[in-house]
C-alpha cells in the first residue's frame, strides 16, 4: 500500500508567475485535501475533493483552484502568485470521514 | 468558532522524563480530534486520534492523550521522553462542513518539544 506522494518537493517561482502541484493519493482513497503551511504556522484548509468536485473550501481566493481526477489523484493551481503564497502545501487523503494522510509536501517559494 | 490552541510554542524536557504537550479546542457538536508530528522539513506523521469512547487513547511511538470534555482538552503524553521525540507537535480537531459528511481540519499553531540528552 503505497502512501501519499506529492510533486515537485520544491520549486522556486517569480511573483505573479502560475504554479501546479501535484498529489497522488494513497491508494484507495477517493478523498483529498490541500493545506497551506507558512513558516512558524499550523496548516490552513484550501479546499477538499471528493469524487472529482470541490466539497469544502477554505479562507481562500479564486485564483487558488484544483482538479481531482478519476484515479484520486489532485491538482492544486495557483495563479498570480504572490510573495505570501511562499509555505509548504501539504495534500492529504482520506477514505473514512476522519482518517487523513498527509503527503510530505512542496516548499514553494515565491520571489 | 471552531479553533484550537496549543498554549506552549516550546516544551522542553529531559531524556526519561514524562512529556506533556497541551492542547485544548472550542468547536460545536462532538469533537474528532488528532494529533500529528511534524520532522524537519517533512510532511505531518499521524500519532492518534480521539473518536469516541475510551477517554485515554494510546497511539504510535508510545504517545497517548487524553480527552476531557469538561476542560475542552486533548494534552498529549509521554511516560518517558526520548531524544528522538524532539518535533513540532501539533493538535487538530475536524469540523464537518455544512451539509457534509466530509471535514476539513482546524490545526494549532504547533509545539516544538526539544528532549535533552
Known amino acids: 500500500e503505497t502512501g501519499v506522494t506529492q510533486s515537485p518537493t520544491h520549486l522556486i517561482k517569480t511573483r505573479g508567475q502560475q504554479v501546479t502541484l501535484r498529489c497522488s493519493s494513497q491508494s484507495g482513497h477517493n478523498t483529498v485535501s490541500w493545506y497551506q503551511q507558512a513558516l512558524g504556522q499550523g496548516p490552513q484548509f484550501i479546499f477538499q475533493y471528493y469524487r472529482e468536485e470541490e466539497n469544502g473550501r477554505g479562507n481562500f481566493p479564486p485564483r487558488f483552484s484544483g482538479l481531482q481526477f478519476p484515479n484520486y489523484s489532485s491538482e492544486l493551481n495557483v495563479n498570480a502568485l504572490e510573495l505570501d503564497d511562499s509555505a509548504l502545501y501539504l495534500c492529504a487523503s482520506s477514505l473514512e470521514e476522519y482518517g487523513y494522510t498527509f503527503g510530505s509536501g512542496t516548499r514553494l517559494t515565491v520571489v | 468558532a471552531q479553533s484550537v490552541a496549543q498554549p506552549e510554542d516550546q516544551v522542553n524536557v529531559a531524556e526519561g522524563n514524562p512529556l506533556t504537550v497541551k492542547c485544548t479546542y472550542s468547536?460545536?457538536?462532538?469533537?474528532?480530534l488528532f494529533w500529528y508530528v511534524q520532522y524537519p522539513n517533512r510532511g505531518l506523521q499521524f500519532l492518534l486520534k480521539y473518536i469516541t469512547g475510551d477517554n485515554l487513547v494510546k497511539g504510535s511511538y508510545g504517545f497517548e492523550a487524553e480527552f476531557n470534555k469538561s476542560q475542552t482538552s486533548f494534552h498529549l503524553k509521554k511516560p518517558s521522553a526520548l531524544v528522538s521525540d524532539s518535533a513540532l507537535y501539533f493538535c487538530a480537531v475536524r469540523v464537518l462542513d455544512r451539509g457534509s459528511t466530509l471535514g476539513r481540519l482546524y490545526f494549532g499553531r504547533g509545539t516544538q518539544l526539544t528532549v535533552w540528552p
Open positions: 468547536v460545536s457538536g462532538n469533537p474528532y
